[in-house]
């Protein structure tokens, strides 16, 4: 998991967090890093936290009616697990 970074970011006055790596960008010699975002974390500021608490937030929302959010959170939880290497349980 060191591969990846957490940065923190301030979109429309709420500060949130995104989880990513940074990549070589540009001409040989003019090559500059750039950070590609891999997985949202929002107001989790360290992965752990998403992982424990999004699970719950996909039960209520499916309870509460809105099955395209909860499918979206499923996959951010899904994709989040694959990068941390986290198995379901």
Do not use: N
Not at 14 to 22: A, N
Not at 67 to 78: G, T
């Amino acid at each position: 998991m060191s591969y990846y970074r957490i940065r923190k970011v301030t979109s429309r006055g709420t500060p949130s967090h995104q989880l990513g790596h940074y990549e070589m960008q540009g001409e040989r010699c003019k090559r500059r890093s750039v950070f590609k975002v891999d997985v949202h974390l929002g107001e989790h500021a360290a992965p752990e936290d998403a992982l424990a608490v999004w699970p719950h937030e996909i039960d209520q929302l499916r309870q509460i009616g809105r099955q395209s959010r909860a499918e979206k959170l499923q996959a951010k939880l899904e994709r989040l697990r694959d990068l941390t290497g986290v198995e379901q349980g």
